[in-house]
Every structure is written in structure tokens, then in C-alpha cells.
């Protein structure tokens, strides 16, 4: 079957990937006349769980959900995706069936645990380690944040990175991770850093920014398109006067109906800074900013042929 896209500029024939059509766990439409069966997103996984196990299914579903949402948002804001970049973006959804998985990245390739995607084992560890949100779009978003400092900041911005960020070389991750589970996060952490878990080391401190940087930009651009936010300005004090304004009213909605927080972080100055150098960054690649039509097509917006 092939799909015509109902938009009237563009009107590209496509069909579904692969990942669709075999296991229901993508709803992005690849051009038709792609030789490759899977679409931009999946053509990126390494490894995906053994789907012998019915459980591994629902949960690899939620996972790619998630990193669609994700990427999408990327690449819209500009930042490379491609599997071309150096290094490649790839991802690894593993079990623990061969011994414990961590999630993480090295290298471009971000590794996830699958019993993430499990609603039970996420919430338990999000008690255990005090955070306000754990969430499968974070860890993407987070894990993200480390693949673009090594494409975008390491070997170009490092100066202006250190400055704002602090010297990632000293103390060392190692010194500074064991530091942290010790001490935990100095009393004002939170004039300084949007998370705890940022004050561990410069490169958490970005990882942790870049994740809030998508947060903002993600919540801000929908609510623009629902018709909740009033115009939106595309430079960074719009974006971010609209992400506090849009955080402080969903706040208090949510807590009316007991649910936590939307924005759970206060953007001091400092922050505000940090979160600056990120959407410089995205702004620095904008000429790779696909043209609207380039942007991939999904289920909910196009029409079957006939
Ligand atoms: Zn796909
Ligand atoms: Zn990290």
C-alpha cells in the first residue's frame, strides 16, 4: 500500500515503514521511493529487544514512541540527525538478560534500558533517586544532550562551554561521580543548576540543560499549535518567558487534580545562561534545518491513496 500526503504542496507519495507493517511500533511514512524498508528514526536502532518475549513488544513500542517524539522535535529545532554525523547517532535498547544494562552514551550511541519503559520500575526509581519526573522522553532528551556536545561542543565551543559549565577535566567524572553519591548536591544547587543530578559534573550539567532546553522548546512550540500560548516569538527571553508562564499555570492545573508539576525547575540567571548557550547552539546549525516539506510525514497527517 502507498499513502499520498494530503498536504496540497507537497502531495509525496509514501509508504509505511517497515517497523509499522511488522510490529505496529512505528507510524512514520518513509518516501516511497526510499530503498531503505525502515524510516529515518528506525533506520537509527543498533539493537532492539528480543520481541519473543510479548512484554519486551510493549515496552520497545513506548521506547520508539518516544524517540520519534523526540527526535522530531531535534530536528525540527534544527540539530543534525543523521547517522552520517560523526560520530553516528545510533541507539541500543537492551535488557538486563545478559547482566545489568546502564543507560548512557558513548560515542554516539545512546543505550537505554528497556525495564524503563516499565510504568512500575520507572516510578520506583524516580522515588528512590528524589527526582520530580522520570520519563522515557527525558532519558532521550538527556542522552541526547551528551551526543551534542561531542558533535557541537567538544572540539568547537569548549572555552565558552567551560565558562558557563565548568572545566569537565577537573575533578575528573570519576572523582566527581563518587563525590556526588557521598555528598549529594550542594544546599543551593538550585541556583546554579536545573537538577540535582547537574551538579554532579559539567557534562551531567549539560546533558541536564540540553533535556530542559527540549522541554521548553517542545511545550512552547505544542501549546503554540493547541492555541494555548499567545504568538509565539522564536528568539530565547520569548521562549523562555513563555516556557515559565505556560509552567506556572499547568502547574497549578495539575495540582488541582493532584499530578505533579509540568515545570518543576526555578530558572535562575545562571541557569537562564546555561540554557542561552544551548539555543545558540541549535541556531549555529540552523542552515541544516530541513525545508518544511523535507520533515518526515506521520500516520495521523496523510491520507491513503487509492
Ligand atoms: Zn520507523
Ligand atoms: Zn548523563
Redesign the pocket.
Same mark, same amino acid.
Not at 36 to 50: D, H
Not at 227 to 234: C, E, K, N, R, S
Given at each position: 500500500g502507498q499513502y499520498l500526503c494530503d498536504v496540497p504542496s507537497c502531495r509525496s507519495v509514501l509508504k509505511r515503514? !517497515? !517497523?509499522?507493517v511488522a510490529h505496529g511500533?512505528? !507510524?512514520?511514512l518513509?518516501d516511497a521511493s526510499s530503498g531503505e524498508p525502515?524510516?529515518?528514526?528506525?533506520?537509527l536502532n543498533q539493537v532492539i529487544p528480543s520481541l519473543d518475549a510479548e512484554a519486551n513488544l510493549a515496552k520497545w513500542r513506548k521506547l520508539?514512541a518516544a524517540k520519534?517524539r523526540t527526535l522530531y522535535t531535534v530536528r525540527a529545532l534544527g540539530f543534525p540527525v543523521a547517522a552520517a554525523s560523526d560520530p553516528p547517532l545510533r541507539f541500543a535498547f537492551l535488557t538486563d538478560i545478559n547482566g545489568p544494562v546502564t543507560t548512557g552514551h558513548e560515542n554516539g550511541l545512546i543505550t537505554i534500558n528497556v525495564r524503563e519503559a516499565d510504568d512500575v520500575e520507572r516510578e520506583r526509581t524516580r522515588v528512590q533517586m528524589g527526582e520530580p519526573q522520570r520519563t522515557l522522553v527525558g532519558h532521550f532528551r538527556h542522552e541526547l544532550g551528551h551526543f551534542y556536545w561531542d558533535l557541537l561542543v567538544k572540539n568547537q565551543r569548549l572555552d565558552e562551554f567551560r565558562s558557563l559549565f565548568g572545566n569537565e577535566l577537573d575533578p575528573s567524572y570519576d572523582v566527581a561521580m563518587r563525590r556526588y553519591y557521598d555528598q549529594g548536591p550542594p544546599s543551593d544547587w538550585n541556583e546554579q543548576f536545573v537538577s540535582e543530578y547537574a551538579s554532579m559534573h559539567p557534562w551531567e550539567d549539560f546533558a541536564e540543560t540540553f533535556n530542559t532546553y527540549l522541554d521548553m522548546a517542545s511545550i512552547v512550540s505544542t501549546a503554540a499549535q493547541q492555541q494555548i500560548a499567545t504568538t509565539l516569538h522564536d528568539d530565547f527571553e520569548s521562549l523562555l518567558l513563555a516556557y515559565c508562564e505556560i509552567g506556572s499555570a499547568v502547574n497549578e492545573l495539575n495540582r488541582e487534580m493532584g499530578l505533579k508539576d509540568l515545570v518543576p525547575e526555578i530558572i535562575h540567571p545562571t541557569v537562564a545562561a546555561k540554557l542561552r548557550f544551548v539555543d545558540e547552539l541549535r541556531r549555529q546549525t540552523d542552515e541544516a534545518r530541513p525545508h518544511p516539506l523535507d520533515a518526515p510525514h506521520f500516520a495521523d497527517i496523510v491520507a491513503a491513496a487509492d
Amino acid at each position: 500500500g502507498q499513502y499520498l500526503c494530503d498536504v496540497p504542496s507537497c502531495r509525496s507519495v509514501l509508504k509505511r515503514c !517497515n !517497523n509499522d507493517v511488522a510490529h505496529g511500533a512505528c !507510524n512514520c511514512l518513509p518516501d516511497a521511493s526510499s530503498g531503505e524498508p525502515l524510516c529515518i528514526y528506525c533506520g537509527l536502532n543498533q539493537v532492539i529487544p528480543s520481541l519473543d518475549a510479548e512484554a519486551n513488544l510493549a515496552k520497545w513500542r513506548k521506547l520508539e514512541a518516544a524517540k520519534r517524539r523526540t527526535l522530531y522535535t531535534v530536528r525540527a529545532l534544527g540539530f543534525p540527525v543523521a547517522a552520517a554525523s560523526d560520530p553516528p547517532l545510533r541507539f541500543a535498547f537492551l535488557t538486563d538478560i545478559n547482566g545489568p544494562v546502564t543507560t548512557g552514551h558513548e560515542n554516539g550511541l545512546i543505550t537505554i534500558n528497556v525495564r524503563e519503559a516499565d510504568d512500575v520500575e520507572r516510578e520506583r526509581t524516580r522515588v528512590q533517586m528524589g527526582e520530580p519526573q522520570r520519563t522515557l522522553v527525558g532519558h532521550f532528551r538527556h542522552e541526547l544532550g551528551h551526543f551534542y556536545w561531542d558533535l557541537l561542543v567538544k572540539n568547537q565551543r569548549l572555552d565558552e562551554f567551560r565558562s558557563l559549565f565548568g572545566n569537565e577535566l577537573d575533578p575528573s567524572y570519576d572523582v566527581a561521580m563518587r563525590r556526588y553519591y557521598d555528598q549529594g548536591p550542594p544546599s543551593d544547587w538550585n541556583e546554579q543548576f536545573v537538577s540535582e543530578y547537574a551538579s554532579m559534573h559539567p557534562w551531567e550539567d549539560f546533558a541536564e540543560t540540553f533535556n530542559t532546553y527540549l522541554d521548553m522548546a517542545s511545550i512552547v512550540s505544542t501549546a503554540a499549535q493547541q492555541q494555548i500560548a499567545t504568538t509565539l516569538h522564536d528568539d530565547f527571553e520569548s521562549l523562555l518567558l513563555a516556557y515559565c508562564e505556560i509552567g506556572s499555570a499547568v502547574n497549578e492545573l495539575n495540582r488541582e487534580m493532584g499530578l505533579k508539576d509540568l515545570v518543576p525547575e526555578i530558572i535562575h540567571p545562571t541557569v537562564a545562561a546555561k540554557l542561552r548557550f544551548v539555543d545558540e547552539l541549535r541556531r549555529q546549525t540552523d542552515e541544516a534545518r530541513p525545508h518544511p516539506l523535507d520533515a518526515p510525514h506521520f500516520a495521523d497527517i496523510v491520507a491513503a491513496a487509492d
